[in-house]
């Protein structure tokens, strides 16, 4: 008997070797060497199977010696995109599903990826065949969670299945428009040895379902589990493999649910969908900055409102800042939704800059619905909101701040401030303090442009004058 071959592969970078080590000689990640089955151990290399059969078959089905053509004898064909049922879920794929594409859906447990995909494939199999590889749940689960969205699914066919020949089966028999796998990690190849989940079985079977969608035409949505730290499980290269890896957030204390687009080979990336679990299943959300706004007349002193932008969409998100005298040695600083970093340094360039004394207050930032936000152009927000509940003042509940703020105090530009201002003007803001020199249209704002952090104090609080400190 042949004696089985394996090899160890990283899976941070998916580089292979001979043998196991301690860490990978490409990357340098510790501990990321995971053993692998060679499926079949007599393989001849590529270049070994070149024969002249090859060159005969090639000859014999294009009567050319030579497969390689140029771009324009490339006929371009029409993508024509299938609706997902969801404007948000299409606006993240960028434009709809693909066919024959590879969507990656990652994201922590419960946050509501099989609900997202079971209303999606009701949806879809009215106009099509959808067929929905349950590896995770029984039939009867799934039957229970669409009698609770009240989706009738007689279109829909539902598999219940761990093996991954049984699904590639029902795939070549059924041949429908759209399949989901979900979830990859659950499904499992006989040839391997190794565990479901494990990193050969995951890339095996990913491989495996891709080559038949290709084939088919299918377009394929797998749903991948997410690590630890956020990142979907298995080796990195299942993000190459595909074409579109899609992650879905939340918080488990929020119904609001973020569907963002990592990577893209048909449309744009860190476009976001919002969506918003109800008891009746996910819904969308149109207009989302509506959910990170409170009402106009209950703002608190500390409250600022900033618009940030999540892919090409702007969406307008009140910050609250809160500081008080501190009872402890060293202050306390708390984030949610803002990152720590920026915030401890907008709290420093306050206290040198603009001479607030903050160093003995504790200090907590949060943005409305505890959503994440991480670009620069919320530091003028955070400034203002923090200066605002220092000074228990309160902001026009009418302006909205955007800038990013330089360790000197400046207020530097910001990117896509057009699409901002629009967006804010939408939703009824009359005012907004905005970097200096930037401004194009202002889509009926009145328009504020400041260059220092203290100018924009000045303009947003009531009563603060330059020569304030
Ligand atoms: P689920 O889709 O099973 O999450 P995932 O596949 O990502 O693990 O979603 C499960 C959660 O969603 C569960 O905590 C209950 C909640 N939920 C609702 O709030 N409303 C609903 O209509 C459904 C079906 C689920
Ligand atoms: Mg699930």
Redo the contacts with the bound molecule.
Sequence with gaps: MAKTKTEWICSECGDRFPRSLGRCTSCGTWGSLVEQVLASPAAKSPQAQLSSRTRKKRLQATGQPLAAITLPQIEQSQLARIPSGYGEFDRVLGGGIVPGSLVLIG????????????QSASYLSQNGRVLYVCA?ESGQQIKL?AS??NIDGSKLYILPETDLDAILLELETLQPQVAIV??IQAIFWAELSSAPGSVSQVRECTSALMRIAKQRNIALAI?GHVTKDGAIAGPKVLEHLVDTVLY?EGD?FQ?HRLLRSVKNRFGATQEVGVFD??????QEVTNPSELFISGRDEIAPGTATIVACEGTRPLVVEVQALVSPTSYSSPRRTTTGIETSRFLQILAVLEKRVGIPLSKLDAYIASAGGINVAEPAADLGVAVAIAASFRDRIVDPYTVLMGEVGLGGQVRPISQLEQRLKEASKLGFRHAIIPKGQVLQTHGLRVTQVSRVLEALVAALPGVDEGDD
Aim: no cysteine.
């Design positions: 994201g922590d447990p419960g946050v509501g990826k099989s609900t997202l995909l079971l995770e969670r609770r969205l979900d979830s749903v879905f488990r119904t679990m109800a008891s009746g299943g996910l």
